[in-house]
């Protein structure tokens, strides 16, 4: 269950003002992740706009948002889809659900992925 106060630190993370977003679907229409997620971009910002962060923080679309910034870069409203991706992400890390667990990476993984890509990676998942 997420607090109103963890709400309220979600919006104060992101810096954004999701209420601007007027559903036009212009993010999830040029976002090259949207065949893989379960919610769309512009979906996740609805959840988030009517207060029902659980459904939010419950979809895969927070770990697979790539933070490529093409829908920001298509918004009319200047939203920064990106932002609330990683305020979500974070809130749920500040509550303990980490997403990997570092420990249960495939040897392979350790051996052969760039070290960049393994940080980089562990700072978003853990
Ligand atoms: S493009 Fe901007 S205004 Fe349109 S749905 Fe996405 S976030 Fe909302
Ligand atoms: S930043 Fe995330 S939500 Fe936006 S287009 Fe890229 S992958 Fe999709």
Same mark, same amino acid.
């Given at each position: 269950?997420?607090?109103?106060?963890?709400?309220?630190? =979600?919006? *104060?993370?992101?810096?954004?003002?999701?209420?601007?977003?007027?559903?036009?679907?212009?993010?999830?229409?040029?976002? !090259?992740?949207?065949?893989?997620? *379960?919610?769309?971009?512009?979906?996740?910002?609805?959840?988030?706009?009517?207060?029902?962060?659980?459904?939010? =923080? !419950?979809?895969?679309?927070?770990?697979?948002?790539?933070?490529?910034?093409?829908?920001?870069?298509?918004?009319?409203?200047?939203?920064?889809?990106?932002?609330?991706?990683?305020?979500?992400?974070?809130?749920?890390?500040?509550?303990?659900?980490?997403? =990997? *667990?570092?420990?249960?990476?495939? !040897?392979?993984? =350790?051996?052969?992925?760039?070290?960049?890509?393994?940080?980089?990676?562990?700072?978003?998942?853990?």
């Amino acid at each position: 269950m997420v607090s109103s106060e963890n709400r309220r630190k =979600l919006l *104060d993370i992101s810096g954004e003002d999701v209420t601007s977003c007027y559903q036009c679907g212009k993010c999830s229409a040029g976002c !090259a992740m949207a065949a893989m997620m *379960d919610l769309l971009p512009h979906q996740v910002i609805r959840l988030v706009q009517l207060g029902q962060v659980e459904e939010a =923080l !419950a979809s895969r679309t927070i770990w697979l948002c790539a933070s490529c910034l093409a829908c920001s870069a298509r918004c009319p409203r200047g939203v920064s889809l990106p932002n609330v991706m990683e305020s979500l992400r974070v809130t749920l890390l500040r509550l303990g659900g980490r997403h =990997l *667990d570092p420990v249960r990476l495939p !040897a392979d993984v =350790l051996e052969n992925a760039p070290e960049q890509a393994l940080v980089a990676g562990l700072r978003k998942y853990t």
